[in-house]
């Protein structure tokens, strides 16, 4: 794909979702493949863009304390490197060499993943996107920036849906990566990784290649390498933009759930502290589609929680069917944070210190 046309795609999703605002600083994480390249060079570009034409992205009014009092943007570069291959370190200079022909900050760390991993009693992805995600937050503090821009394209998308699918994923998981998620943002989610590609060799930016990535032995890597190339062979070439359309319309259907949600929640509420417990009125509950009673559930504990990761779908059809049994007295314990209580025709939700 040719560097204006990108470019271009670029700039429409960052309009149509409202990723960048006038005046911010983004931190952009980048490994040095051909995905983090692909952002960065977008993303210098952006901001040149902004330089000449002091409201680029036409989002918001001018705000200061930010980037200056021109509504430009800047940009920020974290790079981490994960010691695990003998190129790590090659990896790293070229990331820094680009960004000192570019004029661009540049903050980079070194963490022993492999270690991390087994201290944690975790996988060295999960390890390794944990510490990404720290570093990129430390780096977002220290350089008072706004927003941490990662390069999850389209392809990224679909092999996150086909993933959740197979691990039995409810509607949620079908909406894919978001583009945008808190301080998180994602500039190529509408690109195809074919494009970023081609981005990268007629602009020879020359990216560093991760050849673990060609190695089946994470699910990630099996979902790209084999389960989407039979798919796309054998029953449509044109896969990714099919589940792309899909995740548009599940991610509209689950705004207007979302939304339906809310609406039962302050209809069901008698009381809320903070982090602490929630009441709600067990025969209005009761009175909900089952559809609903699901959601809300879920929606207490994140309220109460900030997560519901660790509920699981036995737990809810516990708790649903323990309320129209509508017996007093009786709990249950989905884990160690939170006890559900039933008492007096009321459900209480109630963190456990």
């Known amino acids: 794909m040719k560097k204006e046309n990108l470019i271009s795609l670029v700039n429409n999703t960052i309009k149509k979702y409202k990723l960048i605002e006038n005046q911010d600083k983004i931190v952009v994480g980048v490994s ?61 200079q070229y990331v820094k060499n680009y960004c000192q ?25 999960e390890a390794g996107r944990i510490a990404r995600y720290e570093f990129f937050e430390e ?6 920036a706004t927003k941490i821009a990662v390069a999850h394209n389209k392809n990224d998308k679909i092999e996150t849906m086909l993933m959740h699918t197979l691990r039995g994923s409810g509607i949620e998981g079908l909406k894919g990566i978001e583009a945008k998620n808190g301080k998180i943002i994602r500039p190529l989610i509408a690109c195809e990784r074919i494009e970023i590609e081609n981005y990268c060799e007629e602009n020879r930016l020359n990216p560093r290649i991760d050849k673990t990535n060609f190695e089946n032995i994470y699910t990630r890597n099996k979902i790209r390498n084999v389960v989407i190339p039979y798919l796309q062979k054998e029953f449509n070439p044109n896969i990714i933009k099919t589940w792309d359309r899909l995740s548009d319309i599940v991610t509209q259907e689950n705004e207007y759930m979302e939304k339906q949600t809310k609406i039962a929640y302050e209809k069901i509420l008698i009381k809320e502290r903070e982090k602490q417990e929630i009441i709600i009125d067990l025969k209005t509950f009761n009175l909900l589609e089952t559809v609903i009673k699901a959601r809300l559930i879920r929606y207490i504990i994140k309220r109460l929680l900030g997560s519901a990761n660790s509920i699981e779908k036995i737990h809810i059809e516990d708790l649903i069917k323990l309320c129209s049994n509508n017996i007093g007295n009786k709990y249950l314990t989905p884990n160690k944070n939170i006890k559900i209580l039933i008492k007096n025709h009321q459900v209480y939700f109630i963190v456990l210190s």
Do not use: W
């Open 32 to 92: 040095g493949g051909p995905d983090s390249m692909c952002l960065l060079d977008c993303l210098k570009n952006v901001s040149k863009m902004s330089q000449r034409n002091p409201e680029p992205m036409g989002t918001s009014p001018k705000k200061p304390g930010t980037s200056g009092d021109d509504g430009t943007i800047e940009i920020v570069v974290a790079h981490v490197n994960h010691m695990l291959r003998k190129e790590a370190n090659e990896d790293e």
């Open 101 to 125: 022909k570019n004029g661009i900050e540049f903050y980079s760390k070194s963490i022993d993943i492999k270690k991390l991993a087994h201290t944690n009693k975790i996988g060295e992805e």
């Open 139 to 144: 780096v977002l503090e220290k350089t008072k």
